[in-house]
């Protein structure tokens, strides 16, 4: 039966192809950028931007969503605290919004180094001289560490990635398409992971 919904039944990894291809034309920025919610083992959330670096469904088992960070950062700590998190990306764009919600699991080390090493060296100095999300007494700490680094690995393409820099992958349990439509009669499709590692899907009130 025709359901009339703009959003296509299938595999949500490849209309999650379709769609972010689409935003990479279309945003004028980091159209990879995703808030990524964590929450402490007591229930307390937080939410911020990260960026998604790797995707599909030939990562892992059940395919994921990579991102990398600083793994003793807030968002570092409430991960390893508590192993589930959530995704949205908003494609102001397209008027598009795309939900995902699963459990975390920690990449290896060899992921983690190439990634690591795949990115300007100003970038891996940056972030082997930050301890993100502690206390900044003066910023001129921060930058005489970068300057400090820049020094030490001057002629050098790599630096050696700190041990708590790593990434984590979002194996998704439910993704969830939203679709703008006139007069907030939005379009939604849920697609929820059966135990066979299939999808069900179901169309949402909006």
Known sequence: MDDQSAIPH???FLLFEVWFGEAKASEPNDPNAMALATATPEGRPSVRMVLLK???REIGEHGGFIFYTNGESRKG???HANMHAALLFHWKSLRRQVRIEGPLREVSEARADAYFHSR???SQIGSAASDQSRPLPDRRIYLDR???LEARYE????IP???HWTGFMLEPRRIEFWLDRPNRLHDRREFVRTEDGG???VLLYP
Do not use: Q
């Open 77 to 79: 700590s409430e991960i």
């Open 161 to 163: 990635r700190p041990p």
């Open 155 to 158: 002629g050098k393409d790599t």
């Open 146 to 148: 970068v300057a400090a």
């Open 120 to 122: 300007p060296l100003v």
């Open 199 to 201: 999808w069900d899907n």
């Open 10 to 12: 299938g595999d949500p």
């Open 54 to 56: 790797e995707h599909g």
